[in-house]
Nanobody, 129 residues
Framework: QVQLVESGGGSVQPGGSLRLSCASS????????MGWFRQAPGKEREFVSS????????YYSDSVKGRFTISADNTDNGVLLQMNSLKPEDTAVYYC??????????????????????WGQGTQVSVSS
């Protein structure tokens, strides 16, 4: 079972930046996907970004494309989410996710929560003036 621990959430003004980190333990191979989902109060959980370990391919939702960047951390066992130009609508609990299905599967279903096997506890991001 992969364990995921998020850090880096906090409060920031609109236009500011935050960087989220997700450390993983228990991964048995350098394959599969890791990524981020978020859930705002009263809203459905939504896909934010994901990252494939094998090809280092990144996917983003339209709402964050051009503002957020996902990458491997310096241990190569976790992922970072650099969030720039933050907006009030980015306020949510952000969850790190990990999955070990095939790359062919994730090319199609990367945006579905059911595609991921492990979830972190979440970290709060609040954007307000």
């Amino acid at each position: 079972q992969v364990q995921l621990v998020e850090s880096g959430g906090g409060s920031v003004q609109p236009g500011g930046s935050l960087r989220l980190s997700c450390a993983s333990s228990g991964r048995t191979s350098n394959s599969g996907y890791m990524g981020w989902f978020r859930q705002a109060p009263g809203k459905e959980r939504e896909f934010v970004s994901s990252f494939t370990w094998s090809r280092r391919t990144a996917y983003y939702s339209d709402s964050v494309k051009g503002r957020f960047t996902i990458s491997a951390d310096n241990t190569d066992n976790g992922v970072l989410l650099q969030m720039n130009s933050l907006k009030p609508e980015d306020t949510a609990v952000y969850y790190c996710v990990s999955g070990a299905k095939s790359e062919a599967y994730y090319k199609v279903y990367y945006y579905l929560g059911s595609s991921y096997d492990s979830w972190g506890q979440g970290t709060q991001v609040s954007v307000s003036s």
